[in-house]
């Protein structure tokens, strides 16, 4: 298998914090949490028929409150700084585990993209399928062109498109080493798409906290050879576990832009946000747009260096921070 079509990351157990350093709760909330998920689980399943009969507008509505209601079942506080689109934008996101999914979801209006082996997974699966996500096989390399012709095709419907430009799942330590990078380069295929359709691109910085100034990055990661029930159990005993999830300024690129130039500039502005996701965050309840849209041109040739000067409530970089860098 091309390694540049299916990423690895050598994120594993011993990127797992030790004992003791991710605050915990008790057997009894893990067993609340877990019936708790199992409620939300069977109102995904009660919805499952009922969303190939709604409109687009009821399909996002609902699929945002199961996003929500899964999170609150695990006892998970979702946070959102930066705006985010309604209509016609490609999310680029960093991926470090399952819940970036369920996060992304829950604040955005946003059709996924996600490897065909989702399909499988029991409701989830399904319940994906029904909200119109898009599925990409990895197997097939020779399959990456009609995928990217089909997010273009929903960018040029006025959709908005999650996509994971990494291409797996890494730890996301807050100290990167040789053997726990904490992620991978952006893969340029799936920014085709946003060319094609001349639709913007918002990088999303997804990160995890357990209180002030504790990581719990790796207590949520989905590892390795993790199993998802594996994972589930980490997730269902951690304490405290907020996630805020950070818009940076949207990215327009022009119809002759590089997608790797591009690429570049959506990971360099993932990178930035991570140290500024967790100041001032506020409650996403609801997600309303924010005013002041800040805007970025992507020309053909070079990134630009631009000076940013964004206010610091919309959790862009400070002025004079350079993309390119």
Known sequence: ?????????????????????????????????????????LFGALLLPVLPVLPPAGRQAGGRWWARLVLGSLGITLRVRGRLPRRRALLAANHISWLDIMATLAVAPARMLAKQEVRQWPLIGPLASAGGTIFVNRG???????????????????RVVAVFPEGTTWCGKPRETSDCPAGGRFRPAMFQAAIDAGAPVVPLTISYRTGPGRDGTTAAAFLGDDSLLVSLRRVLAV??????????????????????RLAQAAESAVRLAGPLAHRRAARVEPVLPLPVPVTLVIPSGAVPAPTLAAPTSLGAPPPGLDLAA
């Open 239 to 260: 304490r405290g576990l907020t996630i805020t999830v950070t818009a940076a300024p949207a990215l327009h690129p022009e119809q002759t832009a590089s997608r790797r």
């Open 140 to 158: 097939r390399p020779r399959a990456l062109p009609r995928t990217v012709a089909l997010v273009a095709e929903a960018l040029r419907a006025d």
């Open 1 to 41: 298998m091309n390694p540049l079509w299916q990423p690895r990351s050598a994120c594993g157990p011993h990127c797992l914090p030790g004992a003791g350093e991710t605050p915990e709760v008790s057997r009894l909330r893990r067993a609340g949490r877990l019936a708790a998920l199992f409620g939300a689980l």
